[in-house]
């Protein structure tokens, strides 16, 4: 054991003498959780819309109103004639146009109806689904606030309350998905360089000779990004809590221990990486773009998993952000325990020892 934790004292020795490393284990995560936090969102901020009112009544007036002070729309344009309609849409000025028909209050006082048309830029189909949804849901509350006599003669009043994010922020959905991926790149990708620039530098047969076994090497060289990769993701967690306001509802130990159990799949999995690279360079691109993009996409952290392809299911099985995503997220923000996460977790414990096993198998063969 002397002999391995010396070994141990020399890769830390060795990681903080590189400054180029230090900033990539500590600057980046915390560089790229304030990029992804606050650029990936599917929240509707300040859409622009323009407003045909054939009406000019005190009633569209209010809507209008209603529309703006909610936060989620900016007025560009009142159009006067329809031809300003498509122009607004074609340049771009307007993301939707709404419009209000003749003696809009007159006709809603009267006859118990009155017209509105929201007519949208679906080039962006999602962004103009929640447009249009959001439009149409604030002119609903503010119609049935208003006209509270006005009843159809069967309604069904549905009551709807959103749990675990009831103001939809999208922050609470982003950062965990966004600490998965940070914590998977980083972590792999250390390690991955690692016995590939033994081999890059002519140490390896330093290692070669020594008297460690392949499983002491192995550990050795991910016991201090163990380490620092824990420290990174406690800061990481603090920055979504303290900055996006993401909360953490359930037990902080069992948080923190299933990201050790995280970090410690993805160190072994760029150990693994680094054992079949023959030089650096090879070994930052496999866990680079290989894994980025297949986490990125599969692993539910934008798009949903059950609406792909069974295809893209099966693979996503593969991939091991998809099980720390819903671990974080039920720990995170529904505040569950262990009995609601152990599958998650049995997997992750699963790869995380294939991936030693494999690492160690790789590295006696390259030794014999």
Do not use: C
């Not at 914590?183 to 016995?195: D, E, K, Q, R």
């Not at 049995?346 to 494999?358: D, E, H, K, N, Q």
């Amino acid at each position: 054991m002397k002999r391995f934790w010396g070994f141990v004292k020399k890769e830390f020795f060795h990681i903080f003498r590189d400054v180029r490393t230090l900033l990539i284990i500590f600057g980046m995560p915390i560089a790229q959780i304030l990029v992804f936090g606050f650029v990936i969102t599917n929240e509707i901020r300040d859409a622009k819309i323009a407003v045909y009112d054939k009406s000019k009544d005190n009633v569209t007036n209010e809507i209008v109103q209603k529309l703006l002070s909610s936060g989620y729309f900016l007025l560009t344009k009142n159009i006067s004639n329809e031809k300003e309609i498509g122009e607004s849409l074609k340049s771009g000025s307007a993301k939707v146009v709404i419009v209000f028909e003749d003696n809009f209050a007159k006709n809603l006082e009267k006859e118990k109806i009155a017209n509105i048309q929201i007519l949208a830029d679906a080039s962006d189909p999602n962004s103009a689904n929640m447009v249009v949804s959001y439009a149409t849901a604030i002119i609903q509350t503010y119609v049935q606030n208003e006209n509270i006599n006005i009843k159809s003669p069967m309604q069904i009043k549905p009551v709807v309350r959103m749990l675990y994010n009831e103001n939809l922020k999208g922050a609470y959905m982003f950062i965990p998905g966004t600490i998965a991926l940070i914590l998977m790149l980083i972590s792999a990708m250390m390690t991955s360089v690692s016995i590939a620039r033994e081999k890059e530098m002519g140490t390896m047969e330093v290692l070669l000779v020594s008297p460690l076994k392949p499983i002491h090497i192995i550990l050795g060289k991910v016991t201090p990004y163990v380490l620092l990769s824990f420290i990174n993701a406690v800061v990481i967690i603090i920055l979504g809590n303290w900055v996006f306001d993401v909360p953490v509802k359930g037990n902080i130990v069992l948080l923190l221990a299933e990201s050790l159990l995280y970090i410690s799949m993805a160190l072994s999995l760029g150990i693994l990486i680094s054992t079949v690279s023959k030089s650096q360079q090879i070994a930052m691109f496999i866990s680079m773009f290989a894994l980025m993009l297949p986490s990125i996409l599969l692993s539910g952290f934008i798009y949903p998993i059950e609406n792909m392809p069974n295809v893209l299911q099966w693979f996503s099985l593969f991939m091991p952000p998809r099980y720390f995503i819903s671990i974080l997220k039920d720990i995170m923000l529904k505040g569950v325990g262990f009995m609601f996460v152990w599958k998650e977790t049995a997997i992750l414990l699963g790869m995380t020892l294939v991936f030693i096993i494999l690492s160690v198998k790789k590295f006696k063969q390259r030794l014999e």
